[in-house]
């Protein structure tokens, strides 16, 4: 056996790695991390095995060939020198036999991996399920609200809206509870010809209830209706939702605030895009925040998920958008959703382009 020949057999065998760690002249192979033969090129006589160690010594008895490891752990290392009394086919056995032993390691770490990988998915799962029925709670607050205001006032007006909205939300929770027992497939949009302002509308419509109650102005330059345009308005209410709820809880205490709190909701369209802002002058987004945003479970509240921003961020990527975030110069954050308008979705207007992109 020469070195190539010794080279290729052990790259032969299955989870073998190839380095040269200690010079450039000593080839070492290993299996999982774990170094399990090495030899030098320049003088091929003798190469390092490492071995069982019940069996090592026994090994060193029977062969004039074997001798304990000259620069590793002699009792669990041999030195194998091709030029005496060893046959290639031993010499590969005494390679094979002991990254066998490594291959199953391999394997039984693989599977722990795997497993641990399967309880992580369900625990997201269980996040995800828990941050979409606090959206849905958020929703019906909203039209529990409008219902109480009506109720007090004896407005019929408000009576009719909070409960059609209280009849829209229940729906939510049953079109969400199936969506689960899909959770493993493909979501597909269900566009259809929305004004692109009535979202906020109802976004807006449904936290302005919560936003009082937290002292926080929420407001909304309601414009005159639009053009429609195919849009998957439940999914993209449901991202301002998210978007617009993390503002209202972007605040300190009222009176810890050194300014009055307000959040805004902006839409602006552009010849390429669909721009909806959402702004807050709270505290904004800490240095290492504004990085770690790209994580998909970043969260900065103390019992958050991070799964509100991951669901956001999972829609705008099937509906073609992209969410960017920034700091703004006062104070407080800016989040911008983008939809591209062209059917071959574009990337978005050039202005929104020097804000930070999720990608």
């Known amino acids: 056996m020469d070195i190539l020949e010794y080279r290729d057999y052990c790259l032969s065998l299955p989870f073998v790695e190839e380095s040269t760690p200690f010079d450039e002249t000593t080839l070492v192979f290993k299996v999982g991390g774990r170094m399990f033969t090495y030899a030098g090129m320049e003088d091929f006589r003798r190469l390092a095995v490492k071995c069982d160690p019940d069996e090592a010594v026994g090994l060193r008895e029977r062969y004039e060939g074997v001798e304990a490891a000259w620069h590793g752990n002699k009792r669990h290392w041999n030195d194998l020198y091709v ?65 109480k205001q009506g109720m007090e006032s004896g407005n019929r007006e408000y009576l009719d809206d909070g409960w059609a909205m209280l009849e829209e939300d229940i729906s939510r929770v049953r079109d969400k509870l199936l969506h689960l027992l899909h959770i493993g497939q493909q979501t597909e949009l269900r566009e259809c010809l929305v004004d692109p302002v009535q979202p906020v509308r109802h976004v807006v419509k449904r936290l302005e209830g919560r936003a009082a109650s937290l ?88 019992d958050g998920t991070g799964f509100g921003l991951l669901g956001t961020r999972k829609a705008l990527l099937e509906m073609g958008g992209r969410l960017l975030w920034e700091n703004l110069p006062d104070s407080g954050a800016l989040f911008r959703i983008v939809l591209p308008l062209r059917v071959e979705r574009t990337p978005a207007a050039a202005e929104a382009n020097h804000l930070r992109e999720d990608s």
């Open 83 to 147: 030029d005496r009394d060893l046959s290639d086919a031993f010499v590969r056995e005494q390679i094979r036999r002991y990254t066998e032993h490594l291959e199953e390691l391999v394997a039984s770490r693989t599977r722990e991996l795997l497993e641990a990988h399967r309880v992580a998915v369900v625990g997201e799962t269980v996040a995800c399920m828990a941050h979409t029925i606090k959206n849905l709670a958020a929703a019906l607050e909203g039209s529990l609200f409008v219902l």
């Open 215 to 302: 002292s926080i102005a929420l407001q909304f330059q309601d414009a005159a209706d639009s053009d429609p345009i195919p849009l998957d308005a439940e999914r993209l209410e449901g991202c301002l939702l998210n978007l617009v709820g993390n503002a209202l809880e972007a605040f300190p205490a009222p009176g810890l605030r050194a300014r009055p709190a307000e959040v805004r909701v902006e839409i602006a369209r552009t010849p390429d895009a669909l721009i909806y802002d959402v702004r807050d002058n709270g505290t904004g987004l800490s240095a290492e925040a504004a990085e770690r945003l790209r994580d998909g479970l970043f969260t900065t509240k103390k």
